[in-house]
């Protein structure tokens, strides 16, 4: 979401030779694109390994854990953003996020009007603890390894979060995925709509990142589940493939363009012409 702002601190350093540019990537229109795409990896990957290759649960949920510390720790180790490392790390948490989610609903049985509110409310002590510390929940300030930490913290648990909600709501509504990606849709441009006309950047930004996520992941049962159930019926494995591809195509366009990267000398011009929290 768009704001003009001073422009944040210069590189801090963490250690000693080293000093961290901002972390992560200006927010475009690619920005959202890939969002979504890896939502609806995290819905339809996890879905065919954990089913379909009947790995189950609770050992998929451990092998993704593993490979998330991995994929972070490359992550944080990095003085600048690169979109490979990045996104990976979004495309792992997502799967991460909506296995976490599923081991309390599905193993646990925990109800979704539980687990919603409470997901919601970690988000929030995450918030609260990350402005109380830094001061500042701006995107545009990742420059220091305690700010990047809480930022994937927010980003995992905002995964849960859209996961819950957007179950809880195939829950009361009974609707098809087919129809319960217009509800996400619907109140993502209703965001747009408020930050268009003076709503807070930054909760603007964290609230369409929320709700990206039954966005995708409805869209991606939508693509997957059999036509008598309200789907496409291309399976989890051929939307994951899908989706996959398309994401790797995106950032190797990323990668090449560079469309997403904030040069030091252009950064003011940017932020004021970028959808990008503050």
């Known amino acids: 979401m768009t704001t003009i702002t001073a422009a944040p601190p210069p590189p801090v350093a963490t250690s000693p030779g080293r000093a961290l540019l901002n972390k992560v990537p200006e927010i475009t229109i690619w920005f959202w694109i890939i969002k979504i795409l890896c939502t609806t990896v995290g819905e339809s990957f996890a879905d065919w390994i954990a089913v379909d290759l009947n790995v189950g649960l609770i050992n998929t949920t451990v092998i993704f854990t593993i490979v998330l510390a991995a994929v972070l720790t490359w992550q944080i180790r990095l003085p600048k953003y690169n979109a490979f490392p990045y996104w990976m790390t979004v495309v792992v948490l997502s799967v991460t996020g909506t296995l976490y989610t599923d081991i309390l609903t599905d193993k646990y049985g925990v109800n979704l009007t539980i687990t919603t509110p409470v997901v919601a409310a970690v988000l929030a002590v995450v918030f609260g603890l990350w402005y109380r510390k830094e001061r500042t929940l701006s995107i545009h300030s990742i420059v220091t390894v305690p700010r990047e930490l809480f930022y994937w913290l927010a980003i995992f648990v905002t995964f849960a979060l859209g996961t819950a909600a957007g179950d809880w709501t195939l829950e009361l509504t009974g609707w098809t995925p087919g129809i319960a990606v217009l509800l996400p849709t619907f109140l993502i441009a209703a965001v747009i709509v408020g930050w268009k006309l003076g709503a807070n950047a930054v909760l603007s930004f964290w609230m369409a990142y929320v709700l990206t996520r039954p966005l995708g992941a409805n869209l991606g049962d939508w693509l997957a589940v059999d036509k008598q159930l309200g789907g496409i019926g291309v399976g989890t494995l051929g ?26 000398g252009s950064r003011g011009a940017r932020r004021r012409r970028s959808p990008a929290g503050t």
Do not use: G, H, M, Y
């Not at 989706?243 to 195509?249: G, Q, V």
């Not at 366009?253 to 469309?259: G, H």
């Open 239 to 264: 939307t994951s493939v899908v989706f996959l591809s398309a994401i790797l195509a995106t950032v190797i366009f990323l990668v090449v363009k560079r469309p997403d990267v904030i040069e030091d």
